[in-house]
């Protein structure tokens, strides 16, 4: 119990940090979409700003979440505290130097780069990028050496200090905007995100001192550690790389739109939705994915999948009505969020056109960061990588169908479909070999919970249409009625649910009661 208690006080801590961090994000987004709205700056910058992270996500990002942590936390709990710092010691020294080359080699060649992210019809547009993409490639180096340091502190059950990354790099380019951005420009915002990614790594290294860490430069490649990585790395690097091809061909196929302003289009509205979803969906899984590995490398099999059952009902009783309100408030929210300054109308109806035609993916991008995090935390990743195969096909395929006759609409429904898809082929395997992530009755509560949705969106969609007559124009119209929406659809969502008998709701209201 007191586990439990702990827990549940470390993911709504974890929660409350990375939401400071999304709401910062949100401001910084804001201030671009003000200072640079859909126009070709603002194109050039989303396309040079996506290329090293995709990278990194591509390359780096699963070797670390996916493939560190659980060879770290068996360390860990096999042979103690002192080699498995001298494994991570020699895992970061590898990333670093790995990092470092890519970043070298990044700034060298920006060219065939972009041209495999965009395909602009405006030779400057695609230059801007170019140099732009120079400015920004050792967001790479700097990442990679922030991730290893997050993998260390996560797998000590240390969440604070990664959750505060995002904030203290939002904050830096929150005041590039509002003191430098009028002297420097563009390319002075490519510097302060630079100036950002630093800073993530430097707030990691107190945290890491009280713990005890002491970094030793080796290279320890035949360790039977890195051995294991190098095992488990294939795979995950290959399943690990759906969302960043994915967001290649949104990017490519968003850069033949609307005079290649269907990048910023869909870089605003993919960052609202982010936020909204990623904050309580990644603030959970970056909690359970050590407990997991630690529950893996311990043979607790029941306690596992019990776990992950709960992990994925509570995540979805959350999520199913996020996805439902969104589509219905869309609009005001774009409007809210962005509008103003260069970010016109024209630009609002865009951005919420994408951002309603995302949210029905929300569900399945919650599935699937959940499941992928158990297959990793097994250290198998055979079927995230096939079922991360048939999800980019999809999505390619979708966007060669749809994007022409539908342009943003059919960019961000192809998104939506390829993230269901690879998360409905990530339980199944699951359900076969006999997991039961779907028995104990959850099957039932989950198609509750999508009835509740649904009647969640038609009752905010209804307040909006009622209120959007009656509340003034404006930013403070805007904002009553959203929040006038919100309390509407989870009043309603709540309500449903208890009277269906969901177990969610059912602890939820038992647990207002005592506190009452």
């Not at 801590?13 to 994000?25: A, N, P, Q, S, Y």
């Not at 060298?108 to 019809?121: C, K, R």
């Not at 059950?157 to 009028?182: E, G, R």
């Not at 107190?206 to 002491?214: D, Y």
Request: glycine share 10%.
């Amino acid at each position: 119990m007191n586990e439990n208690k702990s827990q549940v006080k470390t993911v709504s801590m974890v929660i409350v940090l990375t939401l400071l961090g999304k709401v910062l994000g949100l401001y910084r987004d804001r201030l671009l979409a003000v200072h640079y709205s859909v126009g070709p700056q603002a194109s050039a910058f989303f396309t040079a700003s996506r290329i090293p992270r995709v990278f990194f996500d591509a390359v780096f990002a699963s070797a670390v979440a996916s493939c560190f942590i659980p060879v770290f936390s068996e360390y860990l709990e096999k042979k103690g505290r002192k080699e498995a710092d001298r494994f991570a010691s020699g895992f970061l020294t590898v990333v670093g130097l790995a990092t470092a080359a890519l970043s070298l080699l990044g700034m060298a060649f920006p060219g065939p780069l972009v041209a495999l992210f965009a395909d602009y019809a405006d030779p400057a547009t695609t230059a801007l990028a170019e140099s732009l993409t120079r400015v920004m490639f050792p967001i790479v180096f700097f990442s990679g050496v922030a991730f290893s340091l997050v993998g260390v502190l996560q797998s000590r059950d240390h969440f604070t200090a990664p959750a505060l990354m995002s904030a203290a790099s939002n904050l830096i380019i929150i005041v590039y905007f509002l003191f430098l951005d009028a002297r420097w420009g563009i390319y002075g915002l490519a510097a302060a995100y630079l100036a950002g990614w630093l800073v993530q790594g430097l707030i990691l290294l107190p945290p890491l001192g009280r713990l005890g860490f002491r970094y030793r430069p080796r290279v320890e490649l035949r360790s039977e550690g890195m051995r294991k990585v190098f095992a488990l790395m294939a795979p995950v690097m290959l399943s690990a790389w759906v969302q960043p091809i994915n967001l290649i061909v949104s990017s490519r196929f968003g850069s033949r739109l609307l005079n290649g302003g269907g990048v910023p289009v869909m870089e605003y509205s993919n960052n609202l939705y982010l936020v909204i979803a990623g904050t309580f969906i990644l603030s959970v899984t970056n909690v359970i994915f050590p407990r997991l590995s630690r529950l893996t490398a311990g043979g607790a099999e029941g306690e596992f999948r019990d776990t992950l059952r709960g992990t994925l009902r509570a995540t979805l009783f959350f999520v199913l009505p996020m996805a439902a309100g969104l589509m219905a408030i869309s609009r005001p929210l774009i409007s809210l969020i962005y509008g103003g300054g260069e970010f016109d109308s024209a630009s609002v109806e865009l951005t919420a056109t994408a951002l309603l035609w995302l949210s029905p993916g929300m569900a399945g991008y919650a599935v699937q960061n959940v499941l992928s995090r158990a297959y990793f935390a097994k250290q198998q990743g055979r079927a995230p990588l096939f079922a991360g195969a048939a999800s980019i096909a999809v999505n390619i395929l979708l966007c060669a169908l749809l994007t022409g006759p539908l342009g943003i609409t059919g960019l961000a429904l192809s998104s939506a479909v390829s993230s269901t898809l690879y998360a409905l082929l990530l339980l199944l395997p699951m359900e076969r070999r006999g997991e039961k992530i779907l028995g104990g009755g959850t099957a039932l509560d989950l198609g509750k919970m999508l009835l509740a949705a649904v009647a969640t969106g038609l009752c905010a969609a209804g307040v909006l249409s009622v209120l959007g007559q009656a509340l003034p124009a404006g930013k403070v119209g805007e904002l009553a009625a959203l929040a006038a929406c919100a309390l509407a659809g989870a009043a309603a969502y709540f309500l449903l649910t208890l009277v269906l008998g969901v177990r969610e709701a059912k602890l939820t209201f038992s647990i207002f009661k005592k506190r009452k």
